[in-house]
Every structure is written in structure tokens, then in C-alpha cells.
């Protein structure tokens, strides 16, 4: 451990100051130092990436940092991130699968012993947090007998994302801490706190700036803070009888969302709750217990693969992109908010539109995304003076990349091509945002064929992670590379895929929501058929999906590929054209198939013929394995990212290329087979099935 004998000092790095205090890099994942008063400061700065990890060695070397403190107590300890980022994003999850080759209980004794040593310590242990504090970061700061929030601090725990429950302590130190009813809703859905929310709940103890924290920690430290201890309602919990009827409940409302068989993770939770809540020595072994059983789940496994996904579309996605400035062309509904999300991400952005109100309503709309992206009203103000709005398109000659979000018709996309010719700057691209058409349709249309490419957003773009990337034979290699870190640098997973009816997700969507329709068509309730899909482990039916896609384009998207596939598509229904022609056209417009008068329908109902679920599914899997003969991806892996981000297909499964490999290739197969002598040759098996 280091010392330094000289006051706090402000570490200057990127464009963040943090308080650090007198600390000193001694290379490894801790530093530290004391000042003249006494105080000890502990900052974690682990590894390349911007932001901590705990890791193994996190925990090993904060338990050499504990052997010396034990040794010669201080006054106080200050414990923070050194990264501008944030402090930690969790447990380093490349480390799991070893976890449960080592001995995965053992491990989390050893993390446990540690967490403790730091709880017990008998001096004020403050924690201070910018960023998010998530999973093992966050029981790492709920170790500390304070929490200092810096303004935009999160905390939370996202392990039910992975099929996990916390793991080192944070299911017995959180109810402890806040109303236990609130703590299992943290634990259970995986959300996040935010610096309000985590004040109100008593997460945090002080919410400042970053220039106040040398003070907040004197506060604290000199006894000039006072908190609530715990309510009426947490000692109530401390009677099995109040356990056991809240977990009722938490069960009912958790199989809604998270039915155990597909999910056990947060069933697991609530049971150790249940059993254990009054205990927290017994709560902490079968925690451990517990999480070692989980990590050997296949749902565990999955969830993880899920995350490594994420992963390999994030890192392809670094690097300079060169586009600091942005113009959309068309403030409808996407291009609104592909304009509003680069804002907000950091991009000087115009928007562009032949009527002035719909960017009247961009700008409201942009004002709303940035309430819900959890912007303070300094970061609103920037985000929008980085949108301008543009009637007459002066932004083209400035920007560095046109994105064209304009109707889903090639007359007039070819119209607004012309029109740009001779405007753009010779370096800078062009992308359309068309979810259907093939760009060797519109190139010859481009002012240049080599700088144009496909950025298909997904509605909502703010909301919606995935982008996919469409090259044509003309596309210059460059012009990808950019356009995937400009994914990037907005914080969305880039997929890059080959021109294709369709592309990806609308060729492997489509004849899911078209089978619907044929199933309707055959006196299917839609309530039973979006059940079934939903029992499967997809988060919409095939139904409400269409509706929350809109009908109308769901209509043009396959009539669309129905012309431009060797294989058929399933006959358009003629109630789908009639919804259309009657303006009933899903979501949008207040009435589809379904009302959405109050908000998203939740169907609930059982029956239905017995190969519904194949129907539905399997036609999907037969398109993505199309899609890998065909080159349209690069491989299975970047299909099963594309589809769960895009479509949020049962994550649980690990994607469709996933599951089918589960299931059994041949067994697909055969399926098929039976499908379509029953029904037809839409369910005809791909010939890249043989190949798998």
C-alpha cells in the first residue's frame, strides 16, 4: 500500500476532474494513500477498458489492501473509481465458466470473507460513486457504511440478465439497507436506480457534484450526516408470516414476466428471500449456494452467450469514424429519432423536411427521448442545441454523413438522391435508412455508388439497439468500417450484412408475422397465437408485433420480399390489406388487430392446434440459415445477435441458430418436412441446412 503525506488532489483525466485524493498507481487494480487528517483513499483502476470490472484479481488485491489497513486503522476510508467512466460495471463474466471449473463456491467464499472483512471495519467506510455502480460494484459500495452519489450515478443489479442473482452479498445487504419490497424489485427485474431514485430509496446517503466531494466526505466522516434507520415496513419483514405473503405476490407478478421454467434466476431469488429474510448469515450461504446452482443452468448459459454477443458487435464497432456532423433527410417517426439519438450521443445534427411541422413535433419528440435516457436538463439543453432543424437542408454541404430516412418507395428516395448531387461534401456517405429495399435497386441513383450503403434502424431508435449495416457490390470497404463505428460512437450494436430482400431480420420477421396471419385466417384467436409465441420465450406475439411494427409496413415489407424470394411466402392475409385500407394500421394509429387504447396488450390464453409454435418459429430459423447459404451475414453468431437485439428472440435460448443447434439440426429438418407436406412449401426445408 502507498502513502502520500499531501492534501487531495484533483486527477485530471479526459474531460472529468474526480477527487482522488492522495493516491499513488502502484500498478495494480488498487491505490491508495492517506491524507494529514487521517483519511485513507482507496481507488480502484482496473484494467484497459473505461470502465471497472470486478474481477478475481479486484477482489484479491482489495484483500491485501484490507491486511494492511487491519494493520494500522485509519481515520476513515474513501473508496471510489479512478475511471472517468464510471465505477464498476459488475463481475468480470469471462471469468464465470472457470468459476464453475475451480469450484464455483469456494471462489464466492473467498469474495465473501473479503466483502466482510470491509463491512467490519472499524472506522467509517464511505463509498463514493459517478457512473453506474452495477452487480459486484455495487455490493462492493453496499459493503460500505456510506454511499456518496455523485449527480448521474446509477446503482443496480442486472444479474437476472445473465440467469443470476447477486452473488456477493448484495441479496441480504440491500434489504438490510432499504424497504426490502424495493430492493427485490431492484434484484428481480434488473433495473437501475438512478441519483434521484437511489436518494429516495436511501441507496445513497449524499447526491453532490464531483467539486463537493472532498466536502461530502468531511461531513460524513466529522458526524454532521444524519440517516433513517430502518422502517416500520423492513422490521415487519422480519416475521416470516409478511415474508411468505410478499412472496406470494412477487411470485404471481414474476411468472408474468419470467416464467420459472424458462427463467429461474429471480424464482431462486424469492425463495431465499422467503426462507432466509430474517437471517443474514443464512441468507449469505444459501446465496452462495444458490448462485453456484445457477451458473450451470442452461439458462445461465445462454444469458452469457447473449452478453458475449453484445460484446463482439460492441467491439467491432470501435475505432474513428470520422462523422462529427449529421443530416437526416425526413422527420417522420425514424428519422426523428435517429436524429434525436445522435444528438444526444454527441453529434451536431440537421434535420431536414419539406413540411415545418412534423420538425416541430421532432423536436418535442427529441425533448421527450431525452427525459427517458435519464438526461439532466443541462444535458437536455446540449442535446438540443446539438438538433437543428433544417427546411431548407443547408446542413447538407456540411455534413459528413446523409442518412436518407425518407417513405419506403425507390421513386422517391431516387428523387432525394438527384437532389443531393453536386451538395454533399466529396468525403462524405450517404446511407438509407430503408428497412426493404435493395440498395442495387437505388445505388445507380446515389451521387456515389461507392459511398452509399444501408443503415437500417429499428423503431424505436432510441429504445432499439441493433443497426444493421447493408453493403452493396459498389461499397467501398471504408465506407462500412465508418458507418460501424459511427454505430459506435451512438452507443447502438452494428451488424454488417450483405444486400439482401429483406436484409436480415425482415427476411427472418416476416414469415413469422405472416404465419400469424394464415393462422388468423384459419380461426386462430390472435390471443392464443401471441401466447404461444410468448410461452416460447418471445417478449410480443407475432400479432401485437405487427400492430406495434405497423400494418403498413408489414404489408409493404412482404409484398416486398413475396416478389424478390425463389421460396414462398405465406399468402398475404386479406384481413392484413383490409386493416390497411381501413387506417387501422397497429399502434400508431390507436387500433390494429389489437386496441391500444390501453397500452400493450398482454394476451393470455391456451389452446390452439398442436404444431402452432413450430409454425410460427421454425419458419424463422429456415430464413436465418438462408440468410448464412446466402453470405448475408458473416456467421451464426452475428445472426443470433441480430435477432435478439433486433427482435428480441427467447435470450434464453441463445439466439435462433442457437436453439436450432440445441434442438438438433436434422430434427429441424425433418419438422420441416412434415410442415410442409401438411401446409405447403413455404415450410420447405433450406438447402443450408445439409451444411450445418
Not at 129 to 153: N, S, T, Y
Not at 434 to 454: M, V, W, Y
Request: net charge negative.
Amino acid at each position: 500500500m502507498t502513502h502520500s503525506t499531501h492534501g487531495p488532489v484533483l486527477h485530471h483525466l479526459g474531460k472529468t476532474k474526480l477527487e482522488l485524493g492522495p493516491v499513488v498507481t502502484d500498478g495494480g487494480p488498487w491505490s491508495s494513500g492517506k491524507t494529514e487528517d487521517g483519511i485513507l483513499w482507496l481507488v480502484l483502476d482496473h484494467g484497459e477498458s473505461a470502465l471497472n470490472t470486478v474481477s478475481r484479481e479486484v477482489i484479491e488485491g482489495l484483500s491485501t489492501e484490507l491486511d494492511h489497513i487491519e494493520k494500522d486503522m485509519p481515520r476513515a476510508i474513501v473508496i471510489r473509481s479512478g475511471k472517468p467512466a464510471g465505477f464498476a460495471a459488475g463481475a468480470d463474466i469471462s471469468g464465470f465458466d472457470a468459476m464453475g471449473d475451480e469450484g464455483a463456491v469456494d471462489l464466492l467464499r473467498q469474495g465473501h470473507a473479503v466483502l466482510d472483512r470491509l463491512a467490519a471495519l472499524n472506522c467509517p467506510t464511505i463509498c463514493i460513486v459517478h457512473g453506474a455502480a452495477l452487480g459486484a460494484g455495487f455490493e462492493i459500495a453496499l459493503a460500505c457504511d456510506w454511499r456518496i452519489a455523485v449527480e448521474g450515478a446509477s446503482f443496480g443489479f442486472p444479474e437476472v440478465q445473465l440467469g443470476l442473482h447477486p452473488g456477493l452479498g448484495g441479496t441480504f445487504r440491500l434489504p438490510a439497507l432499504i424497504d426490502p419490497t424495493e430492493a427485490m424489485t431492484l434484484m428481480l427485474t434488473g433495473k437501475t436506480a438512478h441519483t434521484k431514485k437511489a436518494k429516495q430509496l436511501g441507496i445513497a446517503d449524499i447526491v453532490t457534484e464531483e467539486r463537493h466531494i472532498a466536502a461530502a466526505v468531511a461531513a460524513v466522516v466529522d458526524g454532521k450526516i444524519d440517516r433513517d434507520g430502518p422502517g416500520l415496513k423492513a422490521r415487519a419483514f422480519g416475521f416470516e408470516t409478511a415474508r411468505n405473503l410478499a412472496a406470494r405476490q412477487m411470485r404471481s407478478k414474476t411468472e408474468k414476466k419470467a416464467p420459472k421454467a424458462h427463467y429461474p434466476a429471480p424464482h431462486a431469488l424469492i425463495d431465499l428471500w422467503e426462507m432466509h429474510g430474517d437471517d443474514p448469515e443464512a441468507m449469505q450461504n444459501a446465496e452462495i449456494e444458490s448462485f453456484a446452482q445457477l451458473l450451470d443452468t442452461d439458462t445461465s448459459k445462454n444469458l452469457r452467450r447473449v452478453f458475449f454477443l453484445r460484446q463482439a458487435l460492441k467491439d467491432d464497432a470501435r475505432g474513428d469514424d470520422g462523422i462529427s456532423h449529421l443530416h437526416v433527410i425526413g422527420a417522420g417517426a425514424m428519422g426523428a429519432e435517429i436524429a434525436a439519438w445522435a444528438a444526444i450521443k454527441g453529434k451536431t445534427v440537421t434535420l431536414g423536411d419539406l413540411d415545418l411541422d412534423p420538425l416541430g413535433k421532432a423536436i418535442k419528440q427529441a425533448r421527450d427521448i431525452c427525459k427517458d435516457a435519464h438526461l439532466n436538463s443541462q444535458e437536455t439543453r446540449d442535446a438540443l442545441d446539438r438538433l437543428m432543424p433544417d427546411p431548407k437542408g443547408y446542413g447538407i454541404a456540411r455534413a459528413d454523413l446523409v442518412i436518407e430516412a425518407g417513405p419506403e418507395t425507390a421513386d422517391v428516395k431516387e428523387k432525394i438522391y438527384a437532389g443531393l448531387k453536386g451538395r454533399m461534401k466529396e468525403s462524405a456517405l450517404l446511407a438509407s435508412n430503408t428497412s426493404s429495399l435493395k440498395l442495387t435497386t437505388l445505388r445507380d441513383a446515389a451521387p456515389n455508388a461507392a459511398q452509399f450503403a444501408g443503415l437500417h434502424f429499428f423503431n424505436p431508435v432510441s429504445k432499439m439497439q441493433l443497426v444493421e449495416i447493408i453493403h452493396h457490390d459498389s461499397t467501398d470497404d471504408d465506407v462500412i468500417r465508418r458507418l460501424t463505428a459511427f454505430c459506435g460512437s451512438i452507443d447502438r450494436l452494428p451488424v454488417r450484412l450483405a444486400d439482401y430482400p429483406g436484409f436480415l431480420v425482415n427476411r427472418a420477421l416476416t414469415p413469422y408475422l405472416m404465419e400469424a396471419m394464415v393462422l388468423m385466417d384459419e380461426g386462430v384467436p390472435k390471443e392464443v397465437i401471441d401466447s404461444a409465441a410468448i410461452a416460447f420465450g418471445m417478449p410480443l406475439g407475432p400479432v401485437a408485433l405487427s400492430d406495434q411494427v405497423g400494418l403498413d409496413v408489414c404489408l409493404h415489407v412482404a409484398e416486398s420480399l413475396k416478389d424478390n424470394l425463389d421460396k414462398p411466402m405465406p399468402e398475404i392475409s386479406a384481413r392484413l390489406r383490409e386493416k390497411v385500407e381501413a387506417g387501422e394500421t397497429g399502434k400508431k394509429a390507436g387500433q390494429g388487430f389489437y386496441s391500444w387504447s390501453h397500452g400493450t396488450p398482454k394476451p393470455d390464453a391456451s389452446g390452439g392446434p398442436d404444431d402452432l409454435t413450430d409454425r410460427l418459429i421454425l419458419p424463422m430459423l429456415d430464413a436465418c440459415v438462408e440468410c448464412l447459404r446466402n453470405g448475408v451475414a458473416h456467421d451464426v453468431d452475428d445472426i443470433d445477435g441480430a435477432m435478439i437485439f433486433a427482435t428480441g428472440f427467447a435470450p434464453f435460448r441463445g439466439g435462433p441458430m442457437h436453439y436450432a443447434r440445441s434442438r438438433g439440426y436434422a430434427a429441424i429438418q425433418d419438422r420441416l418436412k412434415e410442415l410442409e407436406t401438411e401446409y405447403g412449401p413455404r415450410f420447405r426445408p433450406d438447402p443450408g441446412w445439409k451444411g450445418l
